[in-house]
């Protein structure tokens, strides 16, 4: 590299110190400290959001969900629920939801709207009587009443199955037959002596009277099966008398119970429906109250106090509850749900082991979120709604249909194997708003179809508002609010000031206030903290610094690293001298929410070629797209303002020296223009200088981002070797508005030894960095000689003759004759 060491043109001046940092007087918020200041709400600034929410709030049409888009930290969360709070309370409580078994489907659970607060006394209900008949029924069934009737059923059945047999063992008497009993069964013996005759008499007998003997007793052997055969008719009549007789005991029990609480909600004919339901098939099942009651006595409980509800042979009777609004206010529900899975959102089935097998029924089914805020609003966070499998698709599905259908992650996968349920689903009318950045809400805009017609409303949060004397105060009084709201000491007028400061500099323009309420928080509690170390009963301006700075510092380490390589010349950054085609080019380097600005030294190398602008950093692939984009722009701009009556015949590169990670972006377009610029015309650039901008081309100088973190790095890098005078920065004209620099900054300024230079154009920018006139064009068509434009004008005419010449000698022989 080949340094210039003439002495050059004096540097113009910079900015005012004035214009470097626009500092809130607190003179002008008019009082002391916070303490006597009334709070305001935080919804500063954000008018078109708020309108949005309330409408989405108050609207009774479907469809007109909610999507909440703006950065973390602008009270989001905040404004939603406080408006939430506010329709919510003015609407009615939804009703109640419950689910019931089904007695002729036990698979297919009823879904029984109620009116609010009825389900748990309907619960209470059931339970109080099943824990009644439970008691009454087996009570009954040992009534002497009741004996008596069995009796007199048995003594009935018992003539009616003895009469048969007993007339027939009188005619088979008359015959000379005998009925006998046998454990086998009846059997029919021929009589001789009075006595039933004996195998060994029988062989004895004739033949003539053993065939008399056998024909007789196979005529009465048949007559007898014919009375028999009465006795499973008999056993029927007897059963369903016994039955009868049973359903008569305990249709009195179950009638007059079930009447009770028929009594009680008289007013509601689902539950009216629902118990003549359960009154049959009490009366049908009534030996389930005798079963529990065999097995009652191991108990330690009195039979008056034990919990027969709790069995789980009388699970058909309960009622499941989903939803209840019997406690809390009188409004629609405000459900939040922080983990919106797909059971957290529709609800479950469980299932429980049953010898060694799963098995579920309706009072297994569990509510979630859509049951939970039936009837008002539900809030999600949509990057975590979409970060759980299946969870958008059943939210979307549900809003669809208006009802909530309870699905299983395994049953959507197919995995599900057990015994399930298909229960009611339940009609659905709930307002969802969901809360997500913007570039979500884009994504879901353009990809998903369905999204748009199920959420037709946005609330977009603005990020910064205009910086008057109006919002400065309200600003402070919203300030005052969240220093109360926190239990924090009251802050200095002084210490406001500071705070409104750093919210310029949040918002990176000294004409707006950023309306990241989150991050002033942030500050606030930790100034809060160092105030009461130092045992003040005021937040002073000193612990908002203090504050502001320690969490820069905590950040730091990383920034710490780069410029110790740098002041260690292990990264090579010069502060002083000149160099020609050697430029320090400006990046922001950011660290999770720490940003900071990071100097690179750009270099150019020129040579005759065939009109090829070179990006190193592109041909290696570490360039991005807009980064590619500046440098084709330079090589427009070139072609387009120089030597235009010859062909193009450079060839030039470009590169980030001592970089090996991505670059993007056009910031540094202009940085390596003026490289450019001074390789061609053999001019030094002054290395005490950095440049930042983005350039058109037309040669204009265009604004870019993070203006003060650029400004203040390669500022703590010349600090750190030694403040001359003779350094300083570069930034687009564009960009005045948006300076905000620290104040060690502002006092280099003031006192001298650093500038902030406002560049508009290239020409301009060249004659600050090299002393010389950039030149214009004259009447004449050329540039003055010793100007910089000049000067790459003759470059560029010298390159193109050369290669003319050259491709003179090429078409030529040796002779100098043409082939």
């Known amino acids: 590299m080949v340094r210039k060491t003439s002495k050059l043109s004096p540097l113009p001046g910079g900015l005012p110190a004035a214009r470097l940092r626009a500092e809130c007087d607190p003179k002008t918020l008019g009082f002391k400290t916070t303490a006597s200041l009334k709070s305001a709400p935080g919804f500063i600034g954000q008018d078109r959001a708020i309108d949005a929410i309330k409408l989405s709030a108050e609207i009774g049409h479907k469809g007109f969900n909610l999507y909440v888009l703006g950065r973390e930290g602008t009270g989001r969360h905040s404004a939603v629920a406080q408006l939430l709070s506010k329709a919510a309370a003015i609407q009615s409580m939804p009703c109640d939801w419950v689910y019931v078994n089904n007695f002729d489907a036990p698979h297919k659970p009823n879904a029984m709207k109620l009116p609010p607060g009825v389900a748990s006394a309907l619960k209470s209900a059931m339970q109080l009587l099943v824990d009644d008949l439970a008691i009454e029924i087996p009570a009954l069934f040992e009534s002497e009443e009741y004996q008596t009737q069995r009796r007199a059923i048995e003594e009935e059945f018992g003539q009616k199955h003895e009469e048969p047999i007993a007339e027939f063992a009188e005619r088979a008497a008359d015959e000379n037959v005998a009925l006998l009993r046998t454990p086998m069964g009846f059997m029919l013996s021929a009589i001789v002596d009075k006595k039933p005759i004996k195998p060994e008499v029988y062989e004895a007998l004739p033949p003539e009277e053993r065939a008399e003997i056998d024909d007789k007793i196979e005529r009465l052997q048949e007559h007898l099966a014919r009375v028999l055969q009465q006795g499973p008719q008999l056993e029927k009549e007897h059963r369903q008398k016994v039955e009868a007789l049973h359903a008569a005991m305990a249709e009195r029990a179950v009638s007059l119970r079930v009447g009770e609480v028929q009594t009680e909600f008289k007013d509601d004919a689902n539950i009216s429906a629902y118990l003549e339901h359960v009154r049959t098939d009490m009366v049908s099942n009534a030996d389930l109250f005798l079963i529990s009651k065999e097995g009652s006595n191991n108990g330690p409980f009195p039979e008056v106090i034990r919990k027969y509800h709790q069995e789980p042979i009388f699970d058909r009777y309960a009622v499941n509850i989903m939803v209840s609004h019997e406690a809390g206010p009188h409004s629609a529900p405000i459900v939040r749900e922080d983990l919106p899975s797909l059971n957290n959102l529709t609800g479950r089935i469980e299932h429980i082991s049953e010898m060694g097998t799963l098995a579920t029924n309706f009072t297994l089914i569990k509510p979630g979120a859509l049951h939970r805020s039936n009837g008002g609003y539900l809030v999600l966070d949509a990057h975590r709604l979409l970060s759980e499998p299946y969870a958008w698709d059943a939210l979307k599905r549900c809003l669809q249909s208006h009802s909530i259908s309870i699905s299983s992650l395994a049953d959507r996968l197919g995995l599900s194997s057990t015994v399930t349920l298909e229960p009611d689903p339940i009609p659905l009318d709930v307002r969802v708003v969901l809360i997500g950045d913007r570039r979500l809400h884009m994504l879901l805009t353009m990809l998903d179809p369905e999204f748009g017609p199920l959420f037709k409303i946005q609330a ?87 504050a502001i700075q320690q969490a820069q510092r905590r950040a730091s380490r990383i920034k710490e690293r780069m410029q110790e390589a740098v002041t260690r010349k292990v990264i090579l950054i010069d502060t002083e001298g000149s160099a020609v085609g050697q430029v320090n080019g400006l990046a922001v380097v950011g660290v999770g929410t720490h940003y900071f600005g990071r100097p690179s030294r750009i270099t150019a190398r020129v040579r005759m070629g065939a009109g090829k602008l070179i990006d190193i950093e592109r041909e290696v692939e570490l ?70 901008g983005s350039v058109n081309q037309n040669g204009e100088v265009q604004a870019i981002g993070g203006v003060n973190e650029k400004v203040e790095g390669f500022f703590d890098i010349c600090r750190a070797r030694r403040l001359t005078g003779e350094q300083g920065v570069l930034i687009p004209a564009s960009n005045m508005d948006h300076l905000m620099l620290r104040s060690d900054v502002v006092a280099a300024a003031a006192a001298g030894t650093f500038r902030v230079i ?36 003759a470059q560029l005419r010298s390159f193109a003759q050369t290669r003319r010449s050259f491709g003179s000698q090429n078409r030529n022989g040796p002779d100098g004759e043409a082939d």
Do not use: C, W
Request: hydrophobic residues 40%; without cysteine.
């Open 623 to 692: 360039g991005g797209p807009l980064h590619s984009k500046g440098v084709l722009i330079l090589g427009s701009f070139l072609a387009s303002r120089y030597a235009l009556d010859v062909p193009t015949s450079l060839h030039a590169s470009l590169v980030f020296e001592q970089s090996y990670g991505g670059i993007d972006g056009d910031s540094a377009s202009s940085a390596e223009l003026y490289a450019l610029l001074s390789a061609l015309s053999g001019v030094p650039i002054r290395q005490g200088l950095a440049v930042t």
């Open 460 to 546: 977009d949060f603005e990020d910064d508002l205009p910086r008057s004397a109006k919002n400065t105060r309200a600003l402070a009084r919203v300030v005052a609010g969240y220093a109360s709201k926190e239990s924090l000491r009251p802050m200095s007028a002084a210490a406001v000031a500071a705070l409104l400061d750093h919210a310029v500099r949040l918002a990176d323009d000294t004409k707006k206030l950023t309306l990241e309420l989150g991050a002033l928080m942030d500050v606030m509690r930790e100034a809060d903290f160092y105030a009461a170390q130092h045992k003040h009963d005021l937040i002073s301006d000193n612990d908002i610094e203090q």
């Open 758 to 793: 406002p560049i508009k154009t290239i020409d301009q920018g060249i004659e600050v960095l090299t002393g010389t006139i950039s030149g214009q064009r004259r009447r004449g068509g050329d540039f003055p000689a010793k100007s910089i434009n000049g000067l790459v004008e």
